[in-house]
């Protein structure tokens, strides 16, 4: 079984700051696939980033950027030019590739509060 | 295009009660998936299915907890009785399946349930 360790309950930055959001995982698996989601207190579940495995390039999307060093089982999120929306829980997830669906193995989350 | 869309929103009842969630899957998506959320364990991978198939329901914490999915597009999660214990929120996610690595799973808004 895989475990997902995000060692920061809580962070706040000001607005406009870049910060880093920590995740550790633990898998002998060597396909899968890592996640970060956002839950704003809409509570809705809101995809940021992925990043296969297999890609040593580290994923991007505008503002949001990883670091995935997998030999140390880690996957940063980094959000530059942090903004008032990006107030809200952030989930690390991984998800085993083993051919077909399966389900999200979800750290305990990051509450990272941007100030103004 | 629609989302993953749960009903109701919000349930409160008492101990002892029968519950029972809604959940309307993203059409042509092919996997299910049910979790839930709570302060002290975070979110947790309850059952999921394939083709409306369950494939790993390991995740469902005791017998009182059922889950179905009679068709492609509706699933239910059931509690019976139902205990202040399973107070939490329940989510449905849904995904294409297959490829997933690039087709992510996309959660619906959630059932707040409170149970007195």
């Known amino acids: 079984a895989q475990t997902v360790t995000q060692s920061q309950p809580e962070m706040s930055v000001q607005e406009a700051e870049t910060v880093t959001l920590s995740c550790t995982y633990d898998?002998?698996?060597?396909?899968?696939?890592l996640f970060w989601y956002k839950q704003p207190p809409s509570r809705q579940m809101i995809l940021v980033i992925r990043?296969?495995?297999?890609?040593?390039q580290n994923a991007t999307e505008n503002r949001f950027s990883v670091n995935f060093q997998k030999a140390a089982k880690s996957f940063s999120l980094k959000i530059s030019d942090s903004q008032l929306g990006d107030t809200a829980m952030y989930f690390c997830a991984f998800m085993f590739s083993g051919g077909g669906a399966d389900g999200l193995t979800f750290g305990k989350g990051t509450h990272l509060i941007i100030q103004p | 295009d629609a989302g993953v869309i749960q009903s109701p929103r919000h349930e409160v009842t008492e101990m002892g009660q029968e519950v029972t969630l809604r959940c309307k899957p993203i059409?042509?998506?092919?996997?299910l998936f049910w979790y839930r959320q709570t302060m002290m364990r975070g979110l947790e991978l309850l059952i999921y299915f394939n083709n409306n198939v369950p494939i790993d329901d390991s995740g469902m914490p005791e017998d009182r907890f059922s889950a179905k999915m009679p068709n492609a597009s509706f699933s239910t999660l059931k509690i019976q009785p139902s205990e202040p214990r399973d107070s939490a929120v329940y989510f449905c996610a849904s995904s294409p399946g297959g490829n997933v690595g690039n087709q992510p799973q996309h959660f619906g808004d959630g059932t707040r349930l409170s149970i007195l």
């Open positions: 898998t002998s698996e060597n396909n899968y696939y």
């Open positions: 990043q296969e495995a297999y890609k040593q």
């Open positions: 059409s042509g998506h092919n996997s």
